[in-house]
């Protein structure tokens, strides 16, 4: 199995700013993804992050606003830009072997005033 | 969601009774997985089963899965309060890439 760790746990950002959530596994996944999910609701798969290039974004979300980096097999960062209070919600990544088991952060609780 | 759906979309039971939920899908995929999510808290992988398989156990949970109807069930057998939180099913379908039913919120009373 795999421990992942997010930075921040949470954070009251202000309106127009940007936050940059970091993520750590303690081992090497093939795999990392982000993920949202607002309060009482499911996840929803934001974008795959790709080792050593441009993560793949999901339908409904774009490079500019969600700019991922991902530049070893261990870390990623998903940057929140431009933020209003609809980006308010929880993001988690998450790490995995391809194929098998997923596992998953602690998640960012991210407010926006 | 963006795969798939849940139901009941919620449930609430006694202590010791059994609990079943479904997650039905909507391409065909190369696993399925289900999760658990205490209030607040973190996911916890709670089983994975592939597309060849049919029936996987762990402990107190049975997992079913029958891909002719896209669909797949979990089973908690003799439930506990501490077994209060939302369930997930997350399926594969292509890349490796998880995506997410909308969840069955689970309430054993004591």
């Known amino acids: 199995s795999a421990v992942i760790s997010q930075k921040p746990s949470r954070d009251i950002c202000q309106r127009g700013t940007s936050l940059t959530i970091q993520c750590q596994v303690d081992?090497?996944?093939?795999?990392m993804f982000w993920y949202r999910q607002q309060p009482g609701q499911s996840l929803t798969l934001i974008a795959t992050?790709?080792?050593?290039?441009?993560?793949?974004?999901e339908s409904g979300f774009v490079i500019d606003k969600f700019p991922i980096s991902r530049p070893n097999l261990t870390f990623s960062t998903l940057t929140v830009s431009n933020m209003s209070p609809e980006d308010s919600s929880i993001y988690l990544c998450?790490?995995?072997?391809?194929?098998?088991?997923?596992?998953f952060g602690p998640g960012t609780r991210l407010t926006v005033t | 969601s963006q795969q798939g759906e849940e139901d009941p979309q919620a449930l609430s039971i006694q202590e010791g009774e059994n609990a079943t939920m479904n997650c039905s899908y909507k391409?065909?995929?190369?696993?399925l997985q289900w999760y658990r999510q205490n209030s607040g808290r973190g996911l916890v992988h709670l089983i994975l089963?592939?597309?060849?398989?049919r029936e996987k156990h762990s402990g107190r949970l049975r997992v079913t899965l029958d891909t002719s109807k896209k669909s797949s069930s979990l089973l908690i057998t003799a439930s506990r309060a501490a077994d209060t939180a939302s369930y997930f099913c997350?399926?594969?379908?292509?890349?490796?890439?998880?995506?997410f039913g909308s969840g069955t919120k689970l309430n054993v009373k004591p």
């Open positions: 998450s790490g995995g072997q391809g194929n098998h088991e997923q596992y």
């Open positions: 081992s090497q996944v093939t795999m």
């Open positions: 997350a399926t594969d379908a292509w890349f490796n890439k998880f995506y």
């Open positions: 992050a790709n080792q050593g290039s441009e993560a793949t974004y």
């Open positions: 391409t065909s995929i190369n696993n």
């Open positions: 089963i592939r597309s060849n398989e």
